[in-house]
């Protein structure tokens, strides 16, 4: 039994989830604490055989340049259902041992899912970046919760999401003319830091290419 108070077990009810998130969002630190970002990884999930094995990717990219440094694939029995709100106990168990494959930590991590976009300001980029002590940012394709006034069509334009009066994330449009992206802090940075970093990893295409990279090892069944 480890002694750290971060973390915690993953067979666990939807009740216990709940209240492992409401404990750990206490953790999250919403301001810069960024050293040299040098290396970014995009993270993604898939599944395989009918949503029995959860595959987790990771792609470190070389950062500014966004060239392909490392990647590493971890497969593991799915153990959590899917809930939303909670697909972080889904995903995170197999994100950690793609992880820990690597020999190259990244400085960043972007990953494809809601950080602080979530009715608990605890979703799976949070969750991620607090069990690693890694600074995260959440780089959602569809809303989630929240509003948001309409935002304007070029690059770079954004709105804040509200919830209760907070905000929570940022709607970006990261490419005119197409849909806009959903970005969120998930620890050891600031709103308007994770904005600029997911638009200098942006290139173009809509998403960020850490994470085009991450779903394209996540999906494909024929990479290891």
């Known amino acids: 039994m480890t ?7 993953w067979n666990v009810t939807p009740q216990e989830a709940i209240a492992i998130q409401q404990r750990l969002r206490t953790t999250v630190v919403t301001h810069d604490a960024l050293g040299d970002v040098q290396f970014v990884a995009g993270v993604d999930v898939g599944f395989e ?3 029995s094995i959860t595959r987790a990717a990771v792609a470190v990219l070389h950062f500014p340049e966004l060239v392909l440094h490392e990647q590493a694939i971890a497969r593991r029995p799915t153990s959590f259902p899917y809930i939303p ?3 972080s106990f889904r995903e995170v168990p197999a994100i950690l041992q793609a992880l820990d494959g690597l020999r190259t ?3 960043l991590l972007l990953c494809d899912g809601q950080g602080y976009i979530h009715p608990r300001r605890f979703g799976l980029a949070c969750h991620l970046g607090v ?3 890694l600074p995260a940012i959440g780089v ?3 809303p989630f919760i929240g509003h948001h006034v309409p935002v304007d069509n070029e690059r770079g334009d954004w709105q804040p999401i509200i919830d209760h009066d907070e905000v929570i994330g940022a709607v970006l449009r990261s490419k005119p003319d197409v849909q806009p992206i959903y970005v969120s802090i998930g620890h050891r940075i600031s709103l308007n830091t994770a904005i600029d ?4 990893c942006t290139t173009k295409y809509r998403l960020p290419e850490t994470t085009r990279w991450a779903h394209n090892l996540a999906s494909r069944k024929d990479r290891t």
């Open 3 to 9: 002694d750290d108070p971060l973390q915690h077990a």
């Open 49 to 51: 055989a009918g949503g």
């Open 85 to 87: 709100g909670l697909l």
């Open 105 to 107: 930590q990244p400085h």
């Open 131 to 133: 069990l690693t002590d």
């Open 140 to 142: 959602g394709k569809t």
């Open 197 to 200: 970093y997911v638009l200098r």
